[in-house]
C-alpha cells in the first residue's frame, strides 16, 4: 500500500509543482493517480495526512451513476480535424480510465475532477432514443454518418445494464441512417443482431481501439478495458459478421508504445480488420498533469524521456490544438511515426477500399400527430 503522505512531483509548462496522490488501496482498478479539480473551480482541494492515519479510513472509489434527462443528444461540431460533423455520446464519464482520454477535461464543466471523478462518477441519458427520433423528425434535418462514441465509449461497463446506447442504435436502424461507432469494448458484438443487416446495406463502420499488446501496459493506462486478446477477437467476430472494422491504433506514445506500430497491424489484418487508423498522444488542459502523474506511479524512469519526445512533436509544448496538427503532431518524430503506419498499412493492404456509407435510405420517423402515409 502506498504511503498516504506521498506527493507527486511532476513537469508543468512554466513550472514544477506538487500534487498529493490518492492512496493505491482507494484507486485500484482506476486509471487517474488524483482527483483534483477542474480548472474553472474556485478553490482547490488536497489531502493531508494529519498524523492520525485518518487518509487510511477513506473508503475506496466506487462508480457512481446519476441521471440526466437531456434536452438535445445530437452533438454538432465543424472541426477540420474529424471526418463527422455530428455525434451522440450516450454517458458522460467513463468507467474504463484510460488515463490520457482527451475526454477528461469534459468533467470540469460539470464541476467535477477530469481525475478519478471523470472514471467514477457518471451520468447516463435515459432518454437518448427517444429525443433522437424527434431530432430525425425534424422537417430540416439533413443526413449524414453519425458518429457514437467520440467523447466517452458507448460501449463502458454500465451499458450492459442501461442499453442506451442499443436503444440509439434502434433508432438509427429502424431508420435507416449512417453510423459510425468507436470503442474499445467486447460488448459491441451483442449488438451484432442490429448491425449486421445494418452493414449490409451500407449503413455501419465499427472502429476498435488497441492501445497496446502488451496486457501490464494496457492494464494500468486502460484499467476497466477490455484485454488487448479480447479486442483483437471482437475485431475478428464483426468481420465475419460482415461489419467493416477499422482498428485505431491509438493513442501513439512515443517511447512507451510506438515500437509496436508494425506488430499493431499486423495483428489488426489478422483479426480481419480492413482499414486502420491511429492518433497521437493528445494532452490538453488538465491530461497533460494527468499523464505526467501516471507517468511518475507507473513508467518513472521514462517520464523526463517521453515527455521530451512528446513536446518534440508539438512544437515545444506538451500539447498543440492547432487544427491539421492535434491528431498527427508535428516535427520530425511525428513524421516518422506517420511514416511508418503508412508503410505498414500499405503493405498489409489495409485502407484501400474504403467506401462511404449510404444516405440516401434515410427515412425519417414520422413526426407526432403526422397521420402516415398510405403508400
Not at 517511447?255 to 506488430?263: F, H, K, S, T, V
Not at 505526467?292 to 498543440?320: C, F, I
Amino acid at each position: 500500500m502506498a504511503n498516504p503522505a506521498r506527493t507527486l512531483s511532476y513537469e508543468t509548462e512554466k513550472t514544477t509543482e506538487t500534487r498529493p496522490g490518492v492512496t493505491a488501496e482507494r484507486r485500484r482498478g482506476r486509471g487517474a493517480v488524483t482527483n483534483s479539480v477542474g480548472r474553472f473551480e474556485p478553490y482547490s482541494r488536497s489531502l493531508e495526512d494529519d498524523g492520525w492515519d485518518s487518509l487510511g479510513d477513506l473508503p475506496p472509489f466506487k462508480t457512481d451513476i446519476s441521471f440526466e434527462a437531456v434536452r438535445k443528444i445530437i452533438t454538432r461540431n465543424q472541426s477540420p480535424d474529424i471526418s463527422f460533423d455530428r455525434s451522440i455520446n450516450p454517458y458522460r464519464g467513463c468507467e474504463h480510465g484510460c488515463v490520457y482520454c482527451f475526454a477528461r477535461p469534459t468533467h470540469s464543466y460539470l464541476g467535477l475532477s477530469p481525475g478519478l471523478d471523470f472514471e467514477t462518477r457518471l451520468t447516463v441519458k435515459p432518454n437518448a432514443a427517444e429525443l433522437l427520433e424527434k431530432e430525425l423528425a425534424h422537417p430540416g434535418y439533413q443526413v449524414r454518418t453519425m458518429a457514437l462514441g467520440t467523447n466517452t465509449d458507448p460501449y463502458q461497463p454500465i451499458e450492459r445494464e442501461h442499453r442506451i446506447t442499443r436503444s440509439v442504435l434502434e433508432v438509427l436502424a429502424k431508420t435507416k441512417h449512417p453510423v459510425g461507432i468507436v470503442t474499445k469494448s467486447a460488448l459491441v458484438t451483442r449488438d451484432i443482431d442490429i448491425l449486421a443487416p445494418m452493414a449490409a446495406e451500407g449503413l455501419v463502420r465499427v472502429a476498435v481501439s488497441i492501445t497496446s499488446l502488451d496486457a501490464d501496459l494496457a492494464r494500468t493506462l486502460e484499467p476497466r478495458a477490455p484485454t488487448p486478446s479480447r479486442r483483437l477477437e471482437t475485431v475478428r467476430q464483426l468481420t465475419e459478421a460482415g461489419i467493416p472494422t477499422t482498428v485505431m491504433t491509438a493513442p501513439i506514445i512515443p517511447a512507451l508504445n510506438d515500437e509496436e506500430i508494425e506488430r499493431l497491424l499486423d495483428a489488426a489484418k489478422g483479426a480481419g480488420a480492413t482499414s486502420a487508423g491511429y492518433v497521437l498522444l493528445r494532452l490538453p488542459y488538465e491530461i497533460k498533469d494527468l499523464f505526467q502523474e501516471w507517468l511518475a506511479e507507473h513508467r518513472p524512469d521514462r517520464l523526463n524521456h517521453v515527455m521530451s519526445l512528446v513536446k518534440s512533436t508539438r512544437g515545444g509544448k506538451a500539447y498543440q490544438a492547432e487544427w491539421g496538427k492535434r491528431m498527427i503532431g508535428d516535427g520530425v518524430y511525428a513524421w516518422t511515426i506517420g511514416r511508418r503506419f503508412e508503410l505498414a498499412t500499405k503493405r498489409l493492404g489495409l485502407n484501400q477500399n474504403r467506401t462511404s456509407l449510404r444516405k440516401d435510405l434515410f427515412t425519417p420517423p414520422a413526426r407526432k400527430g403526422e397521420q402516415l402515409a398510405l403508400f
